[in-house]
T-cell receptor, first 115, second 110 residues
Framework: DSGVTQTPKHLITATGQRVTLRCSPRSGDLSVYWYQQSLDQGLQFLIQ???????AKGNILERFSAQQFPDLHSELNLSSLELGDSALYFCASSVDEVVTGNEQFFGPGTRLTVL | GQNIDQPTEMTATEGAIVQINCTYQ??????LFWYQQHAGEAPTFLSY????GLEEKGRFSSFLSRSKGYSYLLLKELQMKDSASYLCSLRDSGYSTLTFGKGTMLLVSP
């Protein structure tokens, strides 16, 4: 158990819909990262938040958005869903200090199926 | 940008040693990380290298050569539970974001 929690574990929805994925980082971690993993693309970085502020953006579509709240939990919002958005979505957290290895700890993921 | 290459699949026998290679092209990075991922589960951290050389952690070791754009993960005394995907990743030099390779699926047979 990494200490990172994600809800829900599974989500099935239809094209055109909007969903929200939730992540709670490990206690004390200020950085939250979102990743998408599909069979053909591998693990792709979407976006990072640090202590409530957006820090880095990766291959995140305009239909997707995220935020980090004062209690440090984060939500990833996916809208106008398409079949191709079906994937595993992981959240990870880290302390975000250079002095350590600063490894990222991953949550169990949310499996999104768009029908 | 960053480009990371790993073999797609490897097979090995229980008790053996296996080396998983990773080559990369990048304009700069601040650490190379190896993660293990079992099917449908979260990636788990194995090791990281910042400087050239070998880092050892129990049955796992990782090596980095910055001048050659090359790293490897060495797994000793293979066990059946080591059957998993192994992901090589680079940490961005500006932030702490990771770029992952597509992973090497290792199958350990009896």
């Amino acid at each position: 158990d990494s200490g990172v929690t994600q809800t829900p574990k599974h989500l099935i929805t239809a094209t055109g819909q909007r969903v929200t994925l939730r992540c709670s980082p490990r206690s004390g971690d200020l950085s939250v990262y979102w990743y998408q993993q599909s069979l053909d693309q591998g693990l792709q970085f979407l976006i990072q938040y640090y202590n409530g502020e957006e820090r880095a953006k990766g291959n995140i579509l305009e239909r997707f958005s995220a935020q980090q709240f004062p209690d440090l939990h984060s939500e990833l919002n996916l809208s106008s869903l398409e079949l191709g958005d079906s994937a595993l979505y992981f959240c990870a957290s880290s302390v975000d200090e250079v002095v350590t290895g600063n490894e990222q700890f991953f949550g169990p993921g949310t499996r999104l199926t768009v029908l | 940008g960053q480009n990371i290459d790993q073999p797609t699949e490897m097979t090995a026998t229980e008790g053996a040693i296996v080396q998983i290679n990773c080559t990369y092209q990048t304009s700069g990075f601040n650490g190379l990380f190896w993660y293990q991922q079992h099917a449908g589960e979260a990636p788990t951290f194995l090791s990281y290298n910042v400087l050239d050389g070998l880092e050892e952690k129990g049955r796992f070791s990782s090596f980095l050569s910055r001048s050659k754009g090359y790293s490897y993960l060495l797994l000793k005394e293979l066990q059946m539970k080591d059957s998993a995907s192994y992901l090589c990743s680079l940490r961005d030099s500006g932030y702490s974001t990771l770029t992952f390779g597509k992973g090497t699926m290792l199958l350990v047979s009896p």
